[in-house]
């Protein structure tokens, strides 16, 4: 139940978002993009700062940082929330993943490597915290080693270091630096395997959403540059110290509790996270099936193979003593999403149900259901975009679960069984369930992609139009717009348009006879 509640919240957000940015531009759906523009953004600034950070003085080294006249201070600042924003977009991409039901089945590597990447970035941050050494970083610094004492981990407790007794070897900032460079690493690595089973992965946001998100974090760098507290002082508690909201929330809650309770229930927690993928799976009987090919139906164009978002299809060698190749799927790689069906011409491959042959079927089904489609535009549409919740008139919608499920044969019969026009609806381009839905079928209904849309059909009655569930307003608009340029097409024009009698009598009426003139007339011989 309260899944549902909050996955409604996320759509109503989707929406909100596209009525103000477009959902070309839809932060929400480049979340994914933008921790790795974040990351990009910290790996960048962390080379300058690096060059001016010293082992032995660490505090001294941030302080003249911060004076360096032109740089210094703001790029310091730019690496602080830019770590910060990769926090924010991790959580949202998570958030969007496990609402949208992307987190089982053959996305289950993605989601675990993902756990896996925010524990780095986490290990990442807390050790930079450290190293700057003012009263947050000792803070931070005593309290990790209480919790790690409490592990079977050291032969002496380390906590004796943060006693006073002795300063702070240079040893310890040594090994936080050292993580703090070597940690990266594991996140380049965790973030192939991340994306290792699709195809075409994206790693970054549009160009114009990118120079606004850089543009956004160097404002704040430079408007609010991020504080830096008193220099740690061994032989002091630390008094009012203000916490990373995004990195050491949690520091008042461990510091109140035994470290066994807070171990206990970071375990626990991190159990249900990592257990997300089998925990959210669907019951055998309600998992979509993977795709098939048919080995006698398929040619070994390649397209499926070429088409799919996950890899999932493979080329063989033809059994049978038949030369040439086969497309193969694995049904392990499936997430069943359909999009080799569109991208099949001869209809050979697909889910059972909904290949091209399946929706050929349905689509004539829906013909005979309104054989006089002529006063109408038909709305094809992906279930999980603004089509399935339409409120328009139900007998008019014809619904697929992708977009780029979608056979264009599908599209040629509703145009030459007389239907006014066909919108079809698909979901928001970084925002589709199968990935690559809206781009495949764009270029197959515009682009003469393989299977393409043949050029018999009048591609003036086609139109498509990207909307979330919730965006009624995208495609309300969209249908208004389509309307008025079907009637435009309908309305006669050129030669059709003249009435030759009605041009004379206005041309007589507008340009009446001089009497100054002579009167020409024109007669016919007998």
Not at 208 to 226: C, D, E, I, K, Q
Not at 477 to 499: K, S
Request: include cysteine.
């Amino acid at each position: 139940m309260l899944k549902r509640l909050l996955g409604r919240v996320l759509i109503r957000t989707d929406g909100w978002v596209d009525r103000l940015y477009g959902s070309k531009w839809n932060p929400l759906y480049q979340s994914g993009a933008l921790v790795v523009l974040c990351l990009a953004v910290m790996l960048v600034t962390g080379l300058y700062l690096i060059f001016f950070y010293r082992i032995g003085a660490p505090y001294e080294s941030i302080v003249r940082i911060e004076g360096q006249p032109w740089g210094g201070r703001w790029i310091r600042s730019l690496h602080r929330y830019a770590a910060d924003g990769a926090v924010v977009a991790a959580v949202l991409h998570a958030l969007r993943m496990f609402f949208q039901g992307r987190s089982w089945g053959p996305r289950a590597l993605a989601w675990i490597s993902g756990v896996f990447l925010v524990f780095l970035l986490y290990v990442c941050g807390l050790t930079g915290y450290v190293m700057v050494w003012d009263t947050h970083g000792q803070l931070l610094a005593a309290e990790g080693a209480r919790l790690l004492d409490a592990l079977p981990l050291f032969s002496e407790p380390i906590s004796r270091a943060f006693a006073g007794a002795d300063p702070m070897p240079s040893a310890f900032f040594f090994m936080n630096l050292f993580l703090h460079i070597a940690v990266p690493v594991g996140i380049v690595i965790f973030l192939w395997l991340h994306v290792s089973r699709v195809a075409r992965p994206v790693l970054l946001p549009p160009r114009p959403l990118l120079w606004a998100t850089v543009g956004l974090l160097t404002a704040a760098a430079l408007v609010l540059p991020a504080a830096l507290g008193p220099a740690a002082d061994l032989l002091r508690l630390p008094g009012d110290v203000t916490l990373d909201v995004f990195y050491t929330f949690w520091l008042p809650w461990t510091r109140s509790v035994p470290p066994g309770m807070a171990w206990l229930a970071a375990g626990v927690a991190s159990a249900v996270i990592v257990a997300v993928p089998f925990l959210t799976r669907p019951r055998t009987d309600r998992r979509p099936a993977p795709s098939f090919a048919s080995t006698r139906l398929c040619t070994g164009c390649e397209q499926c193979y070429t088409d799919c978002p996950y890899d999932a299809i493979r080329m063989v060698d033809r059994e049978g003593g038949r030369g040439g190749k086969v497309a193969l799927v694995n049904p392990a790689a499936c997430v069943s999403c359909g999009i080799c069906a569109g991208s099949c011409a001869p209809m050979g491959v697909g889910p059972p149900g909904r290949t091209g042959r399946d929706q050929m079927s349905r689509v004539k089904e829906f013909v005979q259901r309104h054989p006089d489609p002529g006063e109408d535009i038909v709305v094809v549409g992906c279930g999980r975009s603004a089509a399935g919740a339409w409120a328009g008139d139900q007998a008019r919608r014809f619904l697929v679960s992708c977009a780029g499920n979608l056979h264009t044969s599908v599209v040629e019969y509703l145009v030459r069984s007389g239907a006014r026009g066909v919108l079809i609806v698909a979901c928001p381009s970084r925002d589709c369930w199968g990935r690559e839905g809206p781009k495949w079928l764009v270029e197959r209904l515009f682009h003469e992609r393989e299977a393409e849309l043949k050029a018999r059909v009048d591609r003036r009655r086609v139109r498509v139009a990207h909307a979330s569930a919730f965006d009624q307003w995208s495609l309300e608009e969209a249908m208004d717009e389509f309307a008025i340029d079907l009637a435009r097409l309908d309305a006669p024009v050129g030669d059709d348009a003249v009435e030759v009698e009605t041009e004379c009598d206005l041309a007589e009426s507008a340009a009446p006879h001089d009497p100054s003139l002579p009167r020409t007339e024109h007669t016919l011989d007998p």
